[in-house]
T-cell receptor, first 113, second 112 residues
Framework: SQTIHQWPATLVQPVGSPLSLECTVE??????LYWYRQAAGRGLQLLFYSVGIGQISSEVPQNLSASRPQDRQFILSSKKLLLSDSGFYLCAWSVGSLVGEQYFGPGTRLTVT | QQQVKQSPQSLIVQKGGISIINCAYENTAFDYFPWYQQFPGKGPALLIA?????SEKKEGRFTISFNKSAKQFSLHIMDSQPGDSATYFC???????????FGTGTRLKVLA
């Protein structure tokens, strides 16, 4: 069966510090991968998605970036965090070009102080 | 045209009652409509989904009703239980775009 991992689960970082969040998927190959951000009590904002290694589509211009160094690994980064980067970061995956189920990871709670 | 409008924003239902959440879309190219359930501090979990070639899909106490002509779909939770208290998101997606368009969410509270 497929599983998705995210780490860390929680993170407290000062303004201006770098960020690296990691997501890995097990049990499937060539997944479509996604990063979402969810502000407290709010909806899901799509940040990045990737349909293959090295292929990254950005949805929101900001100080975040994403990379996909391996087939089932997706990394969200920032060189300098802003207070507005605080939120709940969710990784998700789906399979194939025909649209279907999308599954979310457990999330990372980021607080920028 | 890419938006999915979800209502209500919050909902309170008595135990045993029916919870109804509605979503509307504009883009007729959408061809997959999932619903997600999210508990506080957890990632959303896929609950049930429907494609536009059927008007209704039922899984246990959860039913999706789909009205293609009205471009609306809704989630019905029968015999609502306190354990159903969560935030529910509808979504819509078009084959080939890879992008899931989410509604703004409905916070459901089921009173014991």
């Amino acid at each position: 069966s497929q599983t998705i991992h995210q780490w860390p689960a929680t993170l407290v970082q000062p303004v201006g510090s770098p960020l690296s969040l990691e997501c890995t998927v097990e049990g499937t190959s060539n997944p479509n991968l996604y990063w979402y951000r969810q502000a407290a009590g709010r909806g899901l904002q799509l940040l990045f998605y990737s349909v293959g290694i090295g292929q990254i589509s950005s949805e929101v211009p900001q100080n975040l970036s994403a990379s996909r160094p391996q087939d089932r690994q997706f990394i969200l980064s920032s060189k300098k965090l802003l207070l507005s980067d605080s939120g709940f970061y969710l990784c998700a995956w789906s399979v194939g070009s025909l649209v279907g189920e999308q599954y979310f990871g457990p999330g990372t709670r980021l607080t920028v102080t | 045209q890419q938006q999915v409008k979800q209502s209500p924003q919050s909902l309170i239902v008595q135990k045993g009652g029916i919870s109804i959440i509605n979503c509307a879309y504009e883009n007729t190219a959408f061809d997959y409509f999932p619903w997600y359930q999210q508990f506080p501090g957890k990632g959303p979990a896929l609950l049930i989904a429907i494609r536009p070639d059927v008007s209704e899909k039922k899984e246990g106490r959860f039913t999706i009703s789909f009205n293609k002509s009205a471009k609306q779909f809704s989630l019905h939770i029968m015999d609502s239980q306190p354990g159903d208290s969560a935030t529910y998101f509808c979504a819509a997606v078009r084959t080939g775009t890879y992008k899931y368009i989410f509604g703004t969410g409905t916070r459901l509270k089921v009173l014991a």
